[in-house]
């Protein structure tokens, strides 16, 4: 900024002055913004009871319905409702008089217009970040004579040479193809067939495409379909397919008589880097040394509008947010609505890998909040505990526990294992926890004692699909888990009196036992 003269400056300064001065008077009329009235203490200290009380089950079906309504203006783009990061169509036919932003931009401006009628009482900010987003357009696998009945290509796949299909002999690749020398001569021009485990299908990919493969094929060493990704796109990345274990034994077998299985594989897709913003907001009140933090994630899979995953964890947090308004607090309280979950954990990572030391310290501890209200739902916590996981991560697991036992609710634990936003806060030496209620994983006989709903089907059957909507979610569960969130806020914003004090060891028992990194496999 320029230097400017002693009498510019000083008419500059009587302005900025008088513009504040007219920012803090309440206007004849008009309603003064909720949170205006924060340096007063009139508000009463923050109380669990009393922030509890205040949700309210309508609110926040309210704004799962104008969540979809914003996931409904992503059809334009994507001929169904999303909310996936980069939809952003401004419909521009004016006789329709509709400006709204779409899908995940509008889910942004949404979250941040919710956030700025608060008035003061947060300090708000928009983190952009670059992100790298795949996406698979169509793609086919043939095996000898069939069509692949499992492939999955892998995220962040690049295309098939020219997006045109390729062919070629499947090439047995030795041990799990996890070093150079596993990789026989004749993969070049081939398609390798590679065992999933050891190491990252990333590597895998990398391996077979310096070996000159015209694309991979991992299969999985269970009967299932592997659902993973590449993660960072190398430049050495083949097109890459997971298949499932049962659909490669016929296959490995006749290779090892040494027949020969042919193959075409055909995949267009595009990866592109797109910016993309997390919103954080901490109340200006509170120790600014000592914070506790808590985050949803904004955007959707492509698939689907996702109001369960995870529209509820992010209104969640975002009704707590104004909830909280009507309360002083001792310790800041920051909120963070993360972007680009869906395609690996981005936002997140990208977040607390820009933290100085100093600022990472001031965290106390990070809770994460993904699927709140799922429609086969059980009440899990993460298990989250001090041995592997930094120190105060167990305590944090206790309280929801004691909040569950409090009110006769049942709940079971989950494994805490990198599949959402809390991993690179673990990573990081930040103590972490959550709370769930099931995605695509199977509702057991007793799990249906303890919860009501159908034993054998999913929690969430519509999870990453198009029926992700507001019907999808359970208001029950929504309800009782809101509440539960806003105990967690109320307890930490109120005192850290018998949670650990930060260390700094970063325990390396958590990375060792990661396969996840965001809900797809990675090894
Ligand atoms: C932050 O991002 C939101 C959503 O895109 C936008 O509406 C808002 O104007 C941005 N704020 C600033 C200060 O850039
Ligand atoms: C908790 O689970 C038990 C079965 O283990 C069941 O009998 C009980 O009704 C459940 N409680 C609630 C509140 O659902
Ligand atoms: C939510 O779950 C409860 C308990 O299983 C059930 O009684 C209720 O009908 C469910 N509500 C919806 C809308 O599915
Ligand atoms: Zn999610």
């Given at each position: 900024m320029a230097i400017l003269s002693g009498k510019a400056a000083f008419s500059l300064l009587l302005l900025l002055a008088s513009a504040n001065a007219s920012r803090f008077q309440p206007q004849a009329g008009a309603q003064a913004p909720l949170g205006a009235d924060v340096a007063a203490s009139k508000k009463p200290l923050i109380d669990s009871e009393a922030l509890q009380a205040r949700i309210k089950v309508d609110n926040l079906l309210t704004r799962a319905e104008e969540l979809y309504e914003i996931a409904k203006l992503g059809e334009e783009e994507y001929n169904h409702p999303t909310r996936v990061i980069g939809s952003n169509a401004v419909p521009d036919d004016a006789d329709r008089g509709n400006s709204r932003l779409a899908g995940h931009l509008g889910t942004l401006s949404y979250i941040y217009a919710e956030l700025a009628k608060l008035g003061d009482y947060y300090t708000l900010s928009n983190q952009s970040f670059p992100a790298v987003s795949g996406n698979v357009f169509e793609?086919?696998?043939?095996?000898?004579?069939?069509?692949?009945?499992?492939?999955?290509?892998?995220?962040?796949?690049?295309?098939?040479?020219?997006?045109?299909?390729?062919?070629?002999?499947?090439?047995?690749?030795?041990?799990?193809?996890?070093?150079?020398?596993?990789?026989?001569?004749?993969v070049k021009g081939n398609i390798a067939l590679v065992r999933r485990g050891t190491c990252p299908f990333g590597t895998k990919s990398k391996l077979a495409g310096q070996a000159g493969a015209k694309a991979a094929v991992v299969y999985n060493f269970e009967d299932d379909g592997v659902s993973g990704t590449l993660g960072t796109p190398s430049p050495d990345h083949v097109a890459t397919f997971?298949?499932?274990?049962?659909?490669?034994?016929?296959?490995?077998?006749?290779?090892?008589?040494?027949?020969?299985?042919?193959?075409?594989?055909?995949?267009?897709?595009?990866?592109?880097?797109?910016?993309?913003?997390?919103?954080?907001?901490?109340?200006?009140?509170?120790?600014?040394?000592?914070?506790?933090?808590?985050?949803?994630?904004?955007?959707?899979?492509?698939?689907?509008?996702?109001?369960?995953?995870?529209?509820?964890?992010?209104?969640?947090?975002?009704?707590?947010?104004?909830?909280?308004?009507?309360?002083?607090?001792?310790?800041?309280?920051?909120?963070?609505?993360?972007?680009?979950?869906?395609?690996?954990?981005?936002?997140?990572?990208?977040?607390?890998?820009?933290?100085?030391?100093?600022?990472?310290?001031?965290?106390?501890?990070?809770?994460?909040?993904?699927?709140?209200?799922?429609?086969?739902?059980?009440?899990?916590?993460?298990?989250?505990?001090?041995?592997?996981?930094?120190?105060?991560?167990?305590?944090?697991?206790?309280?929801?526990?004691?909040?569950?036992?409090?009110?006769?609710?049942?709940?079971?634990?989950?494994?805490?294992?990198?599949?959402?936003?809390?991993?690179?806060?673990?990573?990081?030496?930040?103590?972490?926890?959550?709370?769930?209620?099931?995605?695509?994983?199977?509702?057991?006989?007793?799990?249906?004692?303890?919860?009501?709903?159908?034993?054998?089907e999913w929690y969430d059957k519509n999870y990453h699909q198009i029926g992700d909507d507001v019907s999808n979610v359970n208001l029950t569960a929504w309800e009782v888990n809101t509440k539960l969130v806003a105990h967690s806020v109320a307890t930490y914003a109120l005192s850290f009196k018998g949670f650990p004090e930060r260390r700094f060891a970063v325990n390396k028992a958590y990375t060792a036992g990661i396969k996840h990194h965001g809900h797809k496999l990675i090894v």
């Open positions: 793609s086919r696998l043939i095996l000898g004579a069939h069509v692949s009945q499992s492939a999955a290509p892998m995220g962040l796949t690049p295309p098939t040479k020219d997006k045109e299909p390729v062919h070629g002999d499947l090439v047995y690749v030795e041990k799990d193809g996890c070093e150079a020398a596993n990789y026989p001569a004749s997971g298949i499932s274990g049962k659909e490669a034994e016929p296959i490995l077998r006749d290779l090892k008589k040494g027949k020969t299985v042919d193959a075409i594989a055909y995949i267009d897709a595009e990866i592109k880097t797109i910016y993309t913003d997390n919103i954080i907001a901490q109340t200006v009140e509170g120790d600014q040394e000592n914070c506790v933090m808590l985050g949803g994630h904004s955007d959707s899979v492509a698939a689907g509008p996702g109001i369960n995953d995870d529209g509820s964890g992010s209104l969640t947090v975002l009704e707590v947010a104004k909830q909280l308004t009507h309360f002083r607090v001792n310790n800041c309280v920051r909120f963070a609505w993360w972007a680009g979950e869906e395609e690996g954990l981005l936002g997140s990572d990208y977040y607390v890998a820009q933290l100085t030391p100093g600022e990472n310290r001031k965290i106390r501890l990070f809770m994460d909040y993904d699927m709140m209200g799922s429609p086969n739902f059980a009440y899990q916590i993460y298990d989250a505990r001090n041995d592997v996981n930094p120190v105060g991560s167990q305590e944090l697991r206790d309280l929801y526990v004691d909040w569950y036992k409090a009110h006769g609710l049942n709940y079971t634990f989950i494994p805490f294992d990198g599949r959402s936003d809390y991993d690179a806060f673990i990573k990081h030496g930040i103590p972490g926890g959550g709370i769930a209620t099931g995605a695509e994983g199977i509702k057991t006989k007793q799990e249906q004692e303890m919860f009501g709903g159908v034993a054998g």
